[in-house]
Each structure stands twice: as C-alpha cells, then as structure tokens.
C-alpha cells in the first residue's frame, strides 16, 4: 500500500473511529434491548413459575386463604379471545381483500384505509369504553359477548391491514394469468390470489390473536371479569388480564402470586402463537415450492 | 351460456365452435410458408386508436391476422405491438386509464361491443405473458384452472382428460406425468412457459397472444417453445410479440413492424424479411435502428 500523507492518514482513522463508534452504538442498543427482555422474561419465570400448580388449572379464583386458582380466567381468556378472532378476523379479511383487490387506490379506498390506520392505533381503553356505549348499556350488563366484540374490534384492523399487505405481495402476474383465462375478479381473488397469500393471512390472525390476548382495557367495561366459573356469554367472564390486575394489586400474597403466574401463562400463550404463526408461514411456503 | 347462435356471446362461446371456425380449424396445412396466403382472416383490427390516459399508443391501425398461422408484431420498444396485442383480449381493460377507438373484430364479431363479454373474450383468446407465470398450485391444478372455472368437465376422469390433452398439446406430458401433484413452481422457466401454454390450451382458444413467450428462456428452451407454437399453428390462431427478429423470421407467416405506435408494414414473413416495400422496414430489420 502506498504511504498515505499526514492529512489523509488523519482523515482514514477518524473514517475508522467513527465507523467502529456506530457499529458499537448499535450493538449497546439492540443488547439494552435483549437484557431488557431477558430481565422481563427472567422475572417473569422466577415470579411465576413457583405458583404454577394443578390447582392453577382446575380451581377457579377464590379467597384469600382458600385454594384458588385460574381456571375460570383461563376458559373466560380462551372464549372471548376466540370469539373475538373468530368476529374480528374475517371482517379484517374481507377489508383487506377490499383495499387491496377491488377499492385499491380510489377515493374512497383511501379514506377506509386511513380511518382503518386511526383504529389501528386508537388507545384500547377507548374501544372499551365504545363497546360498552354499544353492547353493555343497552343491553343491560356486562358480558363475555361485549368482550368478544371489545377484541374483535381490536383484531379487525390488524388482519385488515396485513391481509391488504400480504395482497399487495402477490404478483399481478398471477391476476393477468387468472385473467386471461377467462376468469371474473371474485373468481380470480378466491381460485388465485387467497390461496396464494394464504399462509400471510394466517400469519396475520395469529399475530392479532396474539394482541388480543394480553389486552386488559377493553375488557374492564365490558365483560368485567368475574370470580366464579362462567362459561355464559350473556354474564361477566373472566379473563386472565383481569384476573392479573385485580390480583397484583391485593394485598395477599397467595393472590400476587397467583397474578404472576396468570402473567405468565399469557406470555408463554403470546409466544408459542408467534412461534407457531413463523413456522405455519415456512410451512405453508414450503408446500407451495418454489 | 346463451343459446341463442344469433348473438355475439354465443358466437365466442368457448365449448362450441361457431359455423364460421369449424372448416379453418379443420383444414389441413399443407407446409408452413403456404399457409400464409390460404389461411382465411381470424381476426381484423380496423382504424384503431389505443390511449393510456392521455397518452396515445397506437395511430389508426388496421391489421388482418390470419388463422393457422402465426403472426409476428415487432418493432422497437414502445412501439404499440404489445398494446395491441393486449387489445386482442381486451386485457387493456384491465388497466387504469386504458381506452380504445376503432374496431377489433373476432370472426365478424366486434368483441368491444357492449353485448360482448370480456370474459368471454378472453376465454376464447388466450394469453402466454413475457415471464412464465403458474400459478403457485400444483402442475395438475394450473391446468385444471380454466376447465374447473368455466365448468368444462362434468366428471374427474373428463378432467384428468382434458389436463393430459393439454399438457401433450404443449409438449410437456413425458417430463411431468409422474409429478402431476408437485407444484408447478418446480419446473424449470422452459417448462414453467410450457405449463402455461398448456394452461390456456385446456380452455380450447381459437387465438392464443403470446406477449415475448421467449425472452426469459435460454436457447434449448427457446427451440422447445418455438417447435411448440410451430405445431400449435396447426390448428389455432397465433400472434406473438417479440423481440428477436430471428425468431420472428423462424417461426412467423405473417409480420407486422410497428414504430411510434404505427403499423408501417405488413405481410408474408418471406417477403417482409427479403424484400420489405418501405426503406423504414428495411432499416429495422437489418439492424441500422430500433
């Protein structure tokens, strides 16, 4: 290598300086942010899994002194998160389909996806308070159906927005081929463009199933939450973010402990369907070949 | 389905070939080169006018495209061959903006007329794209797509049938009869090109438009598709867009040269190569511009 003068010798090592600053930036930044995770995650586990019992899963919640458990959260969890996919999910789909398939950039296209970005990003606390505007005071009390319809309203622009998003991923050539062969836009949307994106869409509801299940403040004012065992849609139910407020707040140690544990049972619920909806994406991708 | 023979959309039904079509799609060829002047017109396209927005693409062309033989559009790029090609099937449609003046007739039928169907149009007129685009199904399933779409087996066998017919048709039965369930993303871009062709015979097309069926393939897959078009000639109608004035030369009957959204000549391909009328075609095809 040729001798480089003073200056340029100079100018090199400040170049490398600052480069091996950046690179150390961002390794500090992405390890603030792993060490974070893993102390969450540690304390999580630590706190949580010393309760972890049978009775966990068989008892309802009870008194303080009694042996309780989380049953009646878990189920209540189980039946409003799945109700709520299963209202939330296909409205996204078909919103999804909608922007991306027939309305794509027209006026009022744009205005469905910009009111759908709003909901989006509207506090849940909000659509709590809407849903019990809608389903609870009319109707006379709280219920595991407000609740279902509080996550529903959650899930629905989640799924609408990466359904329109995995669409657009799907190559117009596919459409011109379905076109051209003599095939009507709903026919080319179903027999093509779904199939195709389907593993993306899947990948899209569980990651809103995901969301939903953590959330606590759309269901404070609509299906309460509940210490018995109840499986009636039209009654308060339990659910395990509930449970978990209620609980880590009280003064007794049994019930602390046992919120430590309903927290992690959500996060290792929440992790596993993030897990699954990467490895439902790789399989479904796989199938198709390429 | 209508059934009445006297109107437009029965006369482009796909399952029953119209009393004008039978005697040309029997007749037999005799050599390649002779076909050109004994062929009887399949399609005409008269003062036509093609605009994108404001834009216009095409300037008053008339063309006669002869059946049983293939007719090649070139010309340099953006020069309308392959705007004129997707007015053929009305794929223009399917672009925003897109209009059209001047009058495209199938067998006597103007197939922008309002009684037409475009759907129907373009089951009639198949298309091969520029990149082979299967769908992401298996190799059985992209051929089935039209038949399944427009109902054209009543039972399994007539539709294992008519996916045997087609993919013989398209010289590609050998290579995948024992894969029939793999995806059609597993083949090579040759075969890939072939499937499609074989995709669009299963629909019965009296026409098939090839938007530079070639240009993504290598020499062997070339001269596989090549042989391919030479054969389907026989017995349908084919117009193709390329780029190659040697393939052009190969494989066509009849040239059109297009510049600046004109046609400026047309005739047998012998004579447009060896003795073009206007010193224009003369310049293109040796080489000394576009």
């Given at each position: 290598m040729?001798?480089?003068?003073?200056?340029?010798?100079?100018?090199?090592?400040?170049?490398?300086?600052?480069?091996?600053?950046?690179?150390?930036?961002?390794?500090?930044?992405?390890?603030?942010?792993?060490?974070?995770?893993?102390?969450?995650?540690?304390?999580l586990?630590?706190?949580?899994?010393?309760?972890?019992?049978?009775?966990v899963?068989?008892?309802?919640?009870?008194?303080?002194?009694a042996?309780?458990?989380?049953?009646?959260?878990?189920?209540?969890?189980?039946?409003?998160?799945?109700?709520?996919?299963?209202?939330?999910?296909?409205?996204?789909?078909m919103v999804?389909?909608?922007?991306?398939?027939?309305?794509?950039?027209?006026?009022?296209?744009?205005?469905?996806?910009?009111?759908?970005?709003i909901?989006?990003?509207?506090?849940s606390?909000?659509?709590?308070?809407?849903?019990?505007?809608?389903?609870?005071?009319?109707?006379?009390?709280?219920?595991?159906?407000?609740?279902?319809?509080?996550?529903?309203?959650?899930a629905?622009?989640?799924?609408?927005?990466?359904?329109?998003?995995?669409?657009?991923?799907?190559?117009?050539?596919?459409?011109?081929?379905?076109?051209?062969?003599g095939?009507?836009?709903?026919e080319?949307?179903?027999?093509?463009?779904?199939?195709?994106?389907?593993?993306?869409?899947?990948?899209?509801?569980?990651?809103?199933?995901?969301?939903?299940?953590?959330?606590?403040?759309?269901?404070?004012?609509?299906?309460?939450?509940?210490?018995?065992?109840?499986?009636?849609?039209?009654?308060?139910?339990?659910?395990?973010?509930?449970a978990?407020?209620?609980?880590?707040?009280?003064?007794?140690?049994?019930?602390?402990?046992?919120?430590?544990?309903?927290?992690?049972?959500?996060?290792?619920?929440?992790?596993?369907?993030?897990?699954?909806?990467?490895?439902?994406?790789?399989?479904?991708?796989?199938?198709?070949?390429? | 389905?209508?059934?009445?023979s006297?109107?437009?959309?029965a006369?482009?039904?796909?399952?029953?070939?119209?009393?004008?079509?039978?005697?040309?799609?029997?007749?037999p060829?005799?050599?390649?080169?002779?076909?050109?002047?004994?062929?009887?017109?399949?399609?005409?396209?008269?003062?036509?006018?093609?605009?994108?927005?404001?834009?216009?693409a095409?300037?008053d062309?008339?063309?006669?495209?002869?059946d049983?033989?293939?007719?090649?559009?070139?010309?340099?790029?953006?020069?309308?061959?392959?705007?004129?090609?997707?007015?053929?099937?009305?794929?223009?449609?399917?672009?925003?903006g897109?209009?059209?003046?001047?009058?495209?007739?199938?067998?006597?039928?103007?197939?922008?007329?309002?009684?037409?169907d475009?759907?129907?149009?373009?089951?009639?007129?198949?298309?091969?794209?520029?990149?082979?685009?299967?769908?992401p199904?298996?190799?059985?399933d992209?051929?089935?797509?039209?038949?399944?779409?427009?109902?054209?087996?009543?039972?399994?066998?007539?539709?294992?049938?008519?996916?045997?017919?087609?993919?013989?048709?398209?010289?590609l039965?050998?290579?995948?009869?024992?894969?029939?369930?793999?995806?059609?993303?597993?083949?090579?871009?040759?075969?890939?090109?072939?499937l499609?062709?074989?995709?669009?015979?299963?629909?019965?097309p009296?026409?098939i438009?090839?938007?530079?069926?070639?240009?993504?393939?290598?020499?062997i897959?070339?001269?596989?598709?090549?042989?391919?078009?030479?054969?389907?000639r026989?017995?349908?109608c084919?117009?193709?867009?390329?780029?190659?004035?040697?393939?052009?030369?190969?494989?066509?009957?009849?040239?059109?040269?297009?510049?600046?959204?004109?046609?400026?000549?047309?005739?047998?391909t012998?004579?447009?190569f060896?003795?073009?009328?206007?010193?224009?075609?003369?310049?293109?095809?040796?080489?000394?511009?576009?």
């Open positions: 040729k001798e480089l003068s003073p200056a340029a010798r100079a100018r090199y090592f400040r170049r490398q300086l600052v480069d091996r600053l950046m690179g150390g930036l961002c390794v500090l930044a992405a390890g603030i942010g792993l060490v974070l995770l893993g102390l969450i995650l540690w304390m586990f630590s706190n949580g899994i010393g309760g972890l019992s049978l009775s899963f068989t008892n309802s919640m009870a008194q303080p002194g042996a309780g458990g989380l049953a009646n959260a878990i189920v209540g969890s189980i039946i409003q998160v799945g109700l709520g996919a299963m209202i939330g999910a296909p409205l996204g789909m999804g389909v909608y922007l991306s398939e027939v309305g794509k950039d027209s006026r009022f296209a744009s205005v469905v996806r910009f009111v759908n970005d909901l989006l990003s509207a506090p606390v909000l659509i709590g308070l809407f849903v019990y505007q809608i389903a609870v005071s009319p109707l006379g009390g709280f219920s595991g159906f407000a609740g279902a319809l509080a996550l529903a309203l959650i629905m622009p989640i799924v609408a927005r990466t359904t329109e998003d995995i669409l657009r991923l799907v190559p117009q050539a596919y459409r011109d081929g379905a076109v051209a062969l095939s009507r836009e709903n080319v949307v179903r027999k093509v463009v779904l199939p195709a994106a389907f593993g993306g869409i899947l990948t899209g509801v569980l990651l809103a199933v995901a969301r939903i299940a953590g959330e606590t403040a759309p269901l404070l004012f609509t299906s309460l939450g509940n210490t018995n065992w109840s499986t009636d849609l039209t009654q308060p139910m339990a659910s395990l973010p509930i978990i407020y209620r609980y880590a707040g009280s003064p007794y140690p049994e019930w602390v402990a046992l919120a430590w544990t309903g927290a992690m049972l959500i996060t290792v619920g929440v992790l596993s369907l993030n897990i699954l909806s990467r490895f439902s994406h790789a399989a479904i991708s796989g199938k198709q070949g390429g | 389905m209508l059934t009445t006297a109107s437009p959309i006369a482009i039904d796909p399952v029953r070939p119209t009393p004008g079509s039978a005697a040309p799609l029997r007749a060829t005799v050599s390649a080169k002779a076909a050109t002047t004994a062929a009887p017109t399949r399609m005409s396209v008269g003062n036509v006018n093609a605009f994108y927005g404001e834009k216009q095409l300037f062309v008339n063309l006669e495209i002869p049983n033989a293939v007719t090649a559009f070139i010309g340099a790029s953006g020069c309308g061959k392959s705007t004129l090609l997707r007015c053929l099937n009305r794929m223009n449609d399917t672009i925003p897109a209009s059209i003046e001047g009058q495209i007739r199938m067998d006597g039928i103007d197939i922008n007329s309002p009684a037409v475009p759907v129907q149009v373009r089951t009639r007129i198949g298309m091969v794209f520029q990149k082979p685009n299967p769908f199904m298996s190799i059985y992209n051929i089935a797509y039209g038949p399944r779409t427009h109902k054209l087996a009543a039972t399994k066998t007539e539709l294992d049938t008519i996916v045997e017919k087609s993919l013989r048709g398209a010289a039965w050998d290579e995948v009869k024992d894969r029939l369930k793999s995806s059609g993303l597993g083949l090579s871009g040759g075969q890939q090109q072939r499609v062709i074989a995709r669009t015979l299963a629909v019965s009296a026409v438009l090839m938007d530079e069926p070639c240009s993504a393939l290598d020499p897959a070339t001269a596989h598709i090549e042989a391919l078009i030479d054969d389907l026989k017995h349908t084919i117009v193709m867009v390329t780029h190659s004035m040697a393939q052009a030369a190969r494989v066509s009957q009849v040239t059109a040269f297009f510049n600046m959204g004109r046609l400026v000549e047309s005739g047998p012998d004579q447009i060896t003795a073009p009328k206007l010193d224009q075609t003369q310049d293109y095809i040796t080489g000394r511009f576009g």
